[in-house]
C-alpha cells in the first residue's frame, strides 16, 4: 500500500473536509415534521417545518389569499392560514401537509400535500377497509 | 384451488433453493465435481416453482378469483386487462413474487454457464440458491401472495389508483426488478470467487454480461419512473430525491462504478479489491432499496404499509453485509495486490477518478436518504432532508463526473501525454465552445448550465472524433467503416452510445431545472389567460366514464400567437371504491419546451378552474437520453456475446 500512500492521505482529507461540510449543510437543510400536539401551546418559531394532521370539520374558510382551517391530530388542534389555491381533493377531515412557520397562535403555510390514503369506499358513501369489507 | 396451485409452487421454489443451497455447497466444496448434472435439478425446480406461483397468481386476477386476499384487495371486476396483468406487482407481496420469478431466471442463465468441474460457479448457484431461499421464505410466511379469505367478496378492491392511472406502471416494476435483481449475479460470483481464495479475473468476465444486463435495464427502470412521476403524479416534476427515487439510483451509481472499475481490472489488472467491495455494496444496496420501498419505514407512493417483510429484509441486509465483507476481509490479501498506476494522467487514472466520483456520489445519496432514518430512530424527531441539499451536493460532482467522461475514452491507457490528448480534444473542445457561446447568445445565462452544455458537447463531440477518426483508417467505404468498429468492438462502443445517452440526460436536466417556470391560474369557463408566450383557453368542464372511472377535468385549448396548437385536458380521476380522486396532469411536448397543465380545482358552482401551468424546456431531450444509455447498454451486451462465443469455440475444451 506504501505507494499509495501519497495519494490516499490528501484524498482521505479531502473527503474528512467534504464530509463536515456535507454535514453541516445537512443539518441546515433538514425540514421538521410535527403533529399538532408537539406544535399547539409552543412559542413562536421561525424556523420552517411540517406540520401534518386531519382537516378539522368545520374549520374551514376561504381567504382572500387561500384558505384558513384547522388540523388535529386527535389530541391538539392547531389553526392554520395557508396561501394559495387548495387542491381538489382539500375537504373537512382529509389528512394534510402544510409547511411554513408558527407565529405562536397560528401556522402560516404556503405549500400544502394532501396525504393520499388508501381508504375505499362503500355502496353507501361510507368508508370501509381492507379488513371491514362486506361479506368476510 | 388458484391459491392452492400458487402456494405449492412458492414452497417447491422454496425447497429447491434450499436443494440448490446446500447442493451447491457441497459442489464447491469437491472442487465443482459434476457440477451441471447434480445442479440441474434443483435450480429447475426453483425456476418451475416460480412460474408456477406467478402463474396462479396471474390466473387467479384474470379469473376474477376474489377468494384470494390479494386479489380481493388490488385487483377488480372492471380493471382493464393491462393492469390486471399488472396487479401481480402492483403490491407488496406479488411483488416479490415477480422478484422470485426474475430471480428464478438469473439463476438458470447462470447454470448455463457452469460446466463439469466448475468451482466458482457451483459456488455462485449456492449463493443464489440462499437469496432464494430468503425471498421465497418470504412468500410462504410474512408475504404470502396466496392467502385466502373465508369468505369471498362479490368484487374486489381495484389497485392502487395511482398505479392503474398509467400504462408505464406495468412496465416500470419489471425493468427495476431485472436491474435489481440481474445485480445478485456479479455478486455470487464475488462471493463463491473469494469463498474460494480465487484471486484472478475470471469471476468478472463470467459476469461481465448479467451485470450489463441488470445495468441496461436498472438505468431504463429509473428513467420509466422519473417519467412516470411526470406524467401521473402531477406535482410538476420527475424527480425529487424521495427515499425511494435514492433508493434505485444507489445500487445504479456502484453499479456503473463497478461497470467501469471491471474494465481497469480486464485490462490491466489493477482495482481488484474495489471491485469485489463495490459489487458487494452494490447487492448491499439493492437489498436496502427493497427494504426503504416495502417496509414502510417511509412514507411514499410507492411503500405499502408495515409488515414482517421489513424486519426480514433488514435482518437480510445485515447477513449481507456482515457476510459479505467479513469474507472480505478474511480473503484481503488474495485480491489486495495489483500493478501500479503509472501516471493519473491516463485511462486508468480517469477510470479511477470516475469510480471515486461515483461512489462519492453514492455516499451522499446515502447519507442524505439514511439521515432521517436515523435521526428518528436515535432522536425521534421526524426530519426530511429537502431535495436543495441533494441539488447542491449532486451538481458539482455530476459536472466533474461530466469532464470525466469527456477526456475518459480519449486518453491512453498508462499514461496520456500533453500533446495527445490535447490532438484528440482540440477540434471536440472548439466545437463545443462554439455551441456554448450560441447558447449563452440566445440567453442562456445559468453558469451551471452553460458548464453542463459545454461538458455534454465535449463529450458527444470527442466520440464523434473518435468513431471519425476510426473509420477513416479502416480500408472500407466510411459507413461500412462505421458499422464495423460498432461491431468489432461493442464493448467499448455501447458504453460510448450509453455516453452520448448521459451527456443528453445532463443537458435535459439542466435545462428543465433551471428554466422552468410555473403559474397558478383561475379561469371561468370561456376565459383566456397568457403563459409565457402561450395562451390558454378554458372551454368547457368535461365528465367522462371509463371502466373502471370517471374522469372529470377542464378542457383546454393552447395556442400561440394565433397558432392552435391542440387541446389539454388536465382532469381528476375517480376509481369506484376510492375515496380519493387522483389528478393527472396533461402535457404538450414540443421540441422546445413541455407545458404541463395540472388541475388544482374546479369550483363545483361556477366551474371556474385552477390550474397549475409549468413549462419544462427540453424534456424529450432527457427522456431520449434515457432509451439512448439503454440502447448503448444493450449494444454491448448483444455484441460481447458474439464475440464470447468465437473465443469459447477457440478454446481447447479441457481448458
Known amino acids: ?136 | 384451488m388458484t391459491a392452492l396451485t400458487g402456494y405449492a409452487g412458492v414452497i417447491v421454489a422454496l425447497v429447491s433453493a434450499g436443494t440448490l443451497a446446500y447442493t451447491g455447497a457441497r459442489v464447491f466444496v469437491a472442487d465443482g465435481d459434476d457440477a451441471p448434472r447434480r445442479l440441474a435439478p434443483p435450480v429447475w425446480g426453483v425456476v418451475a416453482g416460480a412460474v408456477l406461483a406467478m402463474g396462479a397468481l396471474q390466473w387467479g386476477l384474470l379469473t376474477d378469483d376474489f377468494s384470494i386476499r390479494y386479489v380481493a384487495e388490488h385487483h377488480s371486476s372492471g380493471t382493464p386487462l393491462l393492469f390486471t396483468v399488472a396487479a401481480a406487482w402492483g403490491a407488496l407481496e406479488g411483488s416479490i413474487v415477480l422478484w422470485g420469478l426474475v430471480l428464478a431466471g438469473f439463476t438458470a442463465w447462470v447454470l448455463w454457464g457452469v460446466s463439469a468441474g466448475d468451482r466458482i460457479g457451483a459456488g455462485a448457484l449456492a449463493v443464489m440458491g440462499l437469496i432464494a431461499v430468503f425471498f421465497f421464505g418470504l412468500m410462504a410466511t410474512a408475504a404470502n401472495p396466496f392467502e385466502t379469505l373465508a369468505q369471498a367478496p362479490v368484487d374486489g378492491l381495484g389497485a392502487n389508483p395511482l398505479l392503474q392511472n398509467h400504462v408505464l406502471m406495468a412496465i416500470h416494476p419489471p425493468m427495476l426488478y431485472l436491474g435489481y435483481v440481474g445485480l445478485s449475479v456479479p455478486f455470487a460470483f464475488a462471493i463463491s470467487a473469494l469463498a474460494a481464495g480465487d484471486g484472478s479475473t475470471s469471476w468478472l468476465a463470467r459476469t461481465h454480461r448479467s451485470t450489463l444486463v441488470a445495468w441496461s435495464f436498472l438505468s431504463l427502470g429509473i428513467v420509466l419512473g422519473g417519467w412516470w412521476s411526470y406524467e401521473v403524479l402531477g406535482w410538476g416534476g420527475y424527480w425529487a430525491w424521495d427515499p425511494v427515487e435514492n433508493a434505485s439510483f444507489l445500487p445504479w451509481l456502484t453499479a456503473t462504478a463497478f461497470i467501469h472499475s471491471a474494465v481497469v481490472q480486464r485490462r490491466r489488472g489493477m482495482l481488484q479489491a474495489w471491485n469485489v467491495a463495490l459489487v458487494i455494496s452494490t447487492f448491499a444496496l439493492t437489498i436496502l432499496g427493497t427494504f426503504l420501498t416495502r417496509s414502510g419505514v417511509v412514507a411514499s407512493v410507492h411503500s405499502f404499509t408495515q409488515s414482517a417483510v421489513g424486519p426480514a429484509l433488514l435482518g437480510f441486509l445485515l447477513v449481507i453485509l456482515v457476510g459479505g465483507f467479513g469474507l472480505f476481509a478474511m480473503r484481503a490479501h488474495l485480491v489486495a495486490s495489483s500493478p501500479r498506476l503509472d501516471s493519473l494522467a491516463s485511462r486508468e487514472g480517469l477510470f479511477l477518478a470516475n469510480n471515486l466520483l461515483l461512489a462519492l456520489f453514492a455516499f451522499v445519496v446515502l447519507v442524505g436518504t439514511m439521515y432521517p432514518l436515523l435521526v428518528e430512530a436515535f432522536a425521534g424527531d421526524r426530519v426530511s432532508v429537502g431535495a436543495p441539499w441533494f441539488d447542491r451536493a449532486a451538481v458539482p460532482i455530476a459536472l466533474v463526473l461530466l469532464l470525466a467522461m469527456g477526456l475518459g475514452p480519449v486518453a491512453p491507457y498508462r499514461r496520456a501525454r500533453a500533446a495527445v490528448l490535447w490532438e484528440r480534444l482540440r477540434t471536440p473542445l472548439q466545437a463545443a465552445a462554439v455551441l456554448t457561446a450560441a447558447a449563452a447568445v440566445l440567453g442562456t445565462r445559468s453558469l451551471t448550465v452553460l458548464l453542463a452544455l459545454f461538458l455534454a458537447s465535449l463529450i458527444v463531440a470527442s466520440i464523434a472524433r473518435l468513431l471519425h477518426t476510426s473509420a477513416r483508417k479502416r480500408d472500407e467505404r466510411y459507413p461500412t467503416a462505421v458499422a464495423a468498429l460498432f461491431t468489432s468492438d461493442p464493448g467499448f462502443w455501447g458504453g460510448m452510445v450509453a455516453h452520448v445517452g448521459i451527456a443528453l440526460l445532463a443537458v435535459g436536466i439542466a435545462f428543465s431545472g433551471s428554466y422552468d417556470t410555473r403559474t397558478e391560474i383561475t379561469l371561468a369557463p370561456g376565459e383566456s389567460a397568457a403563459f409565457d408566450g402561450y395562451t390558454l383557453t378554458y372551454v368547457e368542464p368535461f365528465v367522462r366514464a371509463a371502466s373502471n372511472r370517471v374522469e372529470f377535468g377542464a378542457e383546454i385549448e393552447l395556442s400561440r400567437g394565433g397558432d392552435r396548437l391542440g387541446t389539454l385536458r388536465p382532469r381528476l380521476n375517480d376509481y369506484e371504491n376510492q375515496v380519493q380522486a387522483i389528478p393527472t396532469p396533461a402535457v404538450r411536448t414540443g421540441v422546445r419546451e413541455d407545458v404541463y397543465l395540472s388541475l388544482v380545482r374546479i369550483d363545483g358552482e361556477t366551474s371556474a378552474v385552477t390550474l397549475d401551468a409549468y413549462r419544462f424546456p427540453l424534456m424529450w431531450v432527457l427522456w431520449m437520453g434515457g432509451l439512448v444509455v439503454f440502447a448503448g447498454g444493450v449494444w454491448s451486451f448483444a455484441g460481447t456475446r458474439r464475440r464470447r462465443r468465437v473465443e469459447v469455440d477457440a478454446e481447447p475444451v479441457d481448458a
Open chain 1, 1 to 136: 500500500m506504501r505507494r499509495y500512500r501519497a495519494f490516499i492521505i490528501p484524498a482521505v482529507g479531502l473527503v474528512l473536509v467534504l464530509g463536515g461540510f456535507m454535514f453541516a449543510n445537512l443539518q441546515e437543510n433538514l425540514v421538521y415534521y410535527r403533529v399538532p400536539s408537539e406544535v399547539a401551546g409552543t412559542p413562536a418559531d421561525a424556523a420552517r417545518f411540517r406540520l401534518g394532521g386531519q382537516v378539522v370539520v368545520g374549520t374551514v374558510s376561504e381567504t382572500a389569499a387561500g384558505v384558513d382551517f384547522a388540523v388535529s391530530d386527535g389530541h391538539a388542534v392547531v389553526a392554520v392560514s395557508h396561501t394559495g389555491s387548495p387542491q381538489q381533493l382539500f375537504r373537512e377531515g382529509i389528512g394534510v401537509v402544510v409547511e411554513g412557520e408558527w407565529d405562536g397562535a397560528v401556522f402560516r403555510s404556503d405549500s400544502m400535500i394532501i396525504k393520499h390514503d388508501e381508504q375505499y369506499r362503500t355502496e353507501d358513501g361510507g368508508v370501509y377497509t381492507p379488513d371491514n369489507r362486506p361479506g368476510s
